[in-house]
């Protein structure tokens, strides 16, 4: 598994509250991504980081906002909840960068009411 | 613009028949391919890359260019194969970022 852990892996939040969810890894790989995965939609890009403090939008990144204060974490916030954001997220690394094989965490299922 | 399709959201089909899930790519370039697998209850995982041109739990994949292809195959599918499976692209930019499909399930009856 690379050693990378989400957390927590289940959340039910209301709508409009803030949400934090958490991914962790324990070899100090660079390249960090959070991917939300919705039937019909695959897995989309929301945010990504390439180093502490150094992040970027993916293509689905209204209404998020990440940060990476250490190597090892990488934070992704809801900062109002809505319904639309009730999906299954996935954080990923890939310690080797091109064409190179992504691991992923065990997702965290998140459902806004 | 980065795309992949994949036009099948369920392949359903018996054990012991050929499977082929498709995937389409749009990219100006040569990206990278690949395929993960999301079995039940575990996480995703890959399963091939283009450039690696292996077999793995007999399955290949061949990139057509010309079709911008990287359909995946297996000549006698399992039980086992049941799964959701992504088909993927790697651009060239600094980012390495991973462009999905929206993933075909594959049931494969006994």
């Known amino acids: 598994d690379a050693g990378i852990t989400q957390s927590p892996r289940h959340k039910v939040t209301e709508t409009g509250t803030p949400v934090t969810l958490r991914c962790h890894q324990t070899?100090?790989?660079?390249?960090m991504y959070w991917y939300r995965q919705d039937p019909g939609h695959g897995l989309r890009l929301i945010h990504y980081?390439?180093?502490?403090?150094?992040?970027d939008k993916g293509e689905v990144s209204d209404g998020y906002s990440v940060s990476r204060s250490k190597t090892e974490d990488f934070l992704l916030t809801l900062e109002s909840a809505t319904s639309s954001q009730t999906s299954v997220y996935f954080c990923?690394?890939?310690?080797?960068?091109?064409?190179?094989?992504?691991?992923f965490g065990q997702g965290t299922r998140l459902t806004v009411v | 613009a980065q795309r992949v399709t994949q036009p099948e959201k369920l392949l359903s089909v018996f054990k012991g028949a050929p499977v082929e899930l498709k995937c389409n790519y749009s990219?100006?370039?040569?990206?990278?391919l690949f395929w993960y697998v999301q079995y039940s209850r575990q996480r995703l995982q890959l399963l091939l890359r283009?450039?690696s041109r292996e077999s793995i739990k007999g399955f290949t994949a061949d990139l057509n260019k010309g079709e911008t292809s990287f359909h995946l195959k297996k000549p006698f599918a399992q039980e086992e194969d049941s799964a959701m499976y992504y088909c993927a692209l790697q651009g060239k930019d600094s980012s390495y970022k991973l462009i999905f499909g929206s993933g075909t399930r594959l049931l494969v009856r006994p």
């Open positions: 283009h450039i």
């Open positions: 980081s390439y180093g502490v403090k150094d992040t």
């Open positions: 070899e100090n790989h660079r390249y």
């Open positions: 990923a690394i890939i310690p080797g960068g091109a064409n190179t094989e992504a691991f």
């Open positions: 990219y100006s370039g040569s990206p990278e």
